[in-house]
């Protein structure tokens, strides 16, 4: 599947109906948010917007209330009734702009009404984990979502891809490791497991 494939695809989307929404799902590291922003600077900003799911984690001070901190990314570190109720209202398509939250990794925090959704805007593209978990309430996005693709790449690039990222955000090589093959990689199985529920598996190595 080459990147003009997936661009392809997507306009067909957006020429479907006055708005569609289209998912990028994988595991951790597998590119997800690359893909997606990759995807919507090639459809333009008067096309297609990015809403990441990232943008409903638990806030920091929540996790520790709740004592999930050391689970931070598993499902239910996430706010997924705010994310099923933002989907929604994005696909009502009403005459309002409508605000998403955005995931910061600097700071490790959510920031609200960090993302316009203009109404003349056809497609949002949304990526994350767990757009094909079936568990409730998770599985409401299958149903809201019109297009999901998964990511798939070698598991040996995802790994080494994800260590990178939490070094450069501020781990040590050790903690960087184990972040990725403990909690990450649990989550990793879990998110792997969903992918035949996907519209599209795309072999990223494939993407040119």
């Given at each position: 599947m080459k990147f003009d494939d997936l661009v392809a695809r997507a306009e067909q989307l957006i020429d479907s109906k006055d708005r569609?929404?289209?998912?990028?799902c994988g595991a951790p590291g597998a590119g997800k948010s690359t893909l997606a922003a990759r995807l919507v600077e090639a459809l333009g900003e008067d096309r297609a917007v990015l809403v990441g799911m990232d943008g409903f984690h638990f806030a920091q001070r929540e996790l520790n209330r709740l004592g999930r901190?050391?689970?931070?990314?598993?499902?239910?570190?996430?706010?997924?009734g705010g994310y099923v109720d933002l989907l929604e209202r994005l696909r009502l398509h009403g005459d309002d702009t409508v605000y998403a939250p955005?995931?910061?990794?600097?700071?490790?925090e959510p920031i609200a009404c960090a993302v316009p959704?203009?109404?003349?805007?056809?497609?949002?593209?949304?990526?994350?984990?767990?757009l094909l978990l079936p568990d409730r309430p998770w599985d409401e996005?299958?149903?809201?979502?019109?297009?999901?693709w998964f990511l798939a790449p070698s598991e040996?690039?995802?790994?080494?891809?994800?260590?990178a990222r939490h070094e450069a955000f501020g781990r040590s090589p050790d903690q960087a490791r184990?972040?990725?093959?403990?909690?990450?990689?649990?989550?990793?199985?879990?998110?792997?497991a969903t992918s035949g529920r996907a519209d599209l598996v795309i072999a990223e190595e494939e993407l040119t």
């Open positions: 569609s929404l289209l998912g990028i901190a050391e689970r931070k990314g598993a499902p239910d570190t996430f706010d997924v955005e995931f910061r990794r600097e700071i490790e959704v203009f109404p003349s805007v056809p497609l949002v593209v949304t990526e994350g984990n767990y996005v299958r149903l809201l979502v019109d297009d999901i040996e690039v995802r790994i080494a891809r994800l260590i184990g972040r990725a093959l403990g909690s990450d990689q649990a989550n990793a199985v879990r998110v792997n």
